[in-house]
C-alpha cells in the first residue's frame, strides 16, 4: 500500500488544521493507520493509531483531547483532526499503516510526511 498525506500548513497557537491521508494500492480496511510526528533535532515519535474498523482508538498523551483520528474506509482516508494547536505540535507528520492489531507499533507502511507549524 502507498499512503499520501497532505493537509499541513502554517496555523497560529489554538487553531485547528485536519490532515488527510489516502491510501492506494490495497484494501484499506486491512490496515490499522497511525500518526506519528518528528520535530525538528529529535527522534520520530507516535501520535496515535485507529484500528481497522475505526472502532478503536488510542493516543499519546501530550494530544488526548486535543486530537482525533477518524478514518472513511469508502475513501481510502484516514484523518487527524487536531485542535488547540500549541508550538510544541510543530514538526513533520507522517501517516503509516500496518496489517497487525497493534496500534502503537508495528508499522512497515509509511507516507511521505507533511509539514505542520504553530506560531505562537
Known amino acids: 500500500v502507498q499512503l499520501q498525506a497532505s493537509g499541513g500548513g502554517l496555523v497560529q497557537a489554538g487553531g485547528s488544521l485536519r490532515l488527510s491521508c489516502v491510501a492506494f494500492?490495497?484494501?484499506?480496511?486491512?490496515?490499522?493507520m497511525g500518526w506519528f510526528r518528528q520535530a525538528p533535532g529529535k527522534e520520530r515519535e507516535f501520535v496515535g493509531g485507529?484500528?481497522?474498523?475505526?472502532?478503536?482508538?488510542f493516543y499519546e498523551d501530550s494530544v488526548k483531547g486535543r486530537f482525533t483520528i477518524s478514518r472513511d474506509n469508502a475513501r481510502n482516508t484516514v484523518y487527524l483532526q487536531m485542535s488547540s494547536l500549541l508550538p510544541e505540535d510543530t514538526a513533520v507528520y507522517y501517516c503509516?499503516?500496518?496489517?497487525?492489531?497493534?496500534?502503537?507499533?508495528?508499522?512497515?507502511?509509511w507516507g511521505q510526511g507533511t509539514q505542520v507549524t504553530v506560531s505562537s
Open positions: 485507529i484500528n481497522w474498523s475505526g472502532g478503536s482508538t
Open positions: 503509516a499503516a500496518h496489517e497487525d492489531s497493534g496500534l502503537t507499533y508495528g508499522y512497515n507502511y
Open positions: 494500492g490495497g484494501i484499506f480496511s486491512n490496515y490499522a
